[in-house]
């Protein structure tokens, strides 16, 4: 089966910097990977996603790198904003599989 | 277009009795599936719903059990409830569920077992 890993469990930035969130899986199989942010209280919220033919993809300060020889992928959030502070997960699914595996998340911490 | 919705937000029950929770997905969606989540083992797939039919089951006990009706909504059931039954219950739904489509999340009940 799949496992799906993150580097590390808590990332603090200031106001203003770049972040970067990792997620490592293990299934070469893996063709479509998401990430989502979780606010407190609230449930997972799509963020972006990419597909195993592509290695990269940009949303609104946002950008998803997949890399496929090593089944590592990465959020990198530009500018980072005190509304971003939340906990971040990368979820991973394989073709006939209709359920992904998630991460355990990295809590993105904010400082003004 | 409105999002997932699930009811009731908060519960609390205490050890034994059971539970219902619903999940009303975003319309025109066909697939809900529904996930604990708990601090210590993270998100956790329960089962998945497509067309009033379970298609996939995650590893948890008989205890927990669902249904999706006609119009897609769900419920899921927690019979004989244990402390351990304490997390929060997330359902999403998707278009289709064709093993490449993207889940959207409810914002969760939070269930506290005494």
């Known amino acids: 089966g799949e496992s799906v890993g993150l580097h590390l469990p808590t990332l603090s930035v200031q106001e203003g910097d770049n972040s970067i969130i990792n997620c490592a899986y293990s299934?070469?199989?893996?063709?479509?990977f998401i990430w989502y942010k979780q606010e407190s209280g609230k449930g997972p919220q799509f963020i972006i996603d990419?597909?195993?033919?592509?290695d990269k993809r940009q949303g609104q300060r946002v950008t998803v790198l997949l890399n496929k020889t090593v089944k590592h992928l990465s959020l990198q959030i530009a500018a980072t904003q005190p509304g971003d502070s939340a906990v971040y997960f990368c979820?991973?699914?394989?073709?006939?599989?209709?359920?992904?595996?998630f991460g355990r998340g990295t809590s993105l911490i904010v400082h003004p | 277009k409105a999002g997932v919705t699930q009811t009731p937000r908060y519960l609390i029950k205490t050890r034994g009795q059971q539970v219902t929770l619903s999940c009303s997905p975003i319309?025109?969606?066909?697939?809900v599936s529904w996930y604990q989540q708990t601090p210590g083992q993270g998100l956790q797939f329960l089962f998945e719903?497509?067309?009033?039919?379970?298609?996939n089951k995650g590893n948890f006990p008989g205890r927990f059990s669902g249904r999706q009706f006609s119009n897609s909504r769900s419920e899921m059931n927690v019979s004989t409830l244990e402390l351990g039954d304490s997390a929060l219950y997330l359902c999403?739904?998707?278009?289709?569920?064709?093993?490449?489509?993207?889940?959207?999340f409810g914002p969760g009940t939070r269930l506290t077992v005494l």
């Open positions: 319309s025109g969606h066909r697939s």
């Open positions: 719903y497509f067309s009033e039919t379970q298609r």
């Open positions: 999403a739904s998707s278009l289709e569920a064709t093993g490449v489509d993207t889940q959207y």
């Open positions: 990419i597909r195993s033919n592509m």
């Open positions: 979820a991973v699914s394989s073709g006939g599989s209709y359920i992904p595996t």
């Open positions: 299934n070469s199989a893996s063709d479509y």
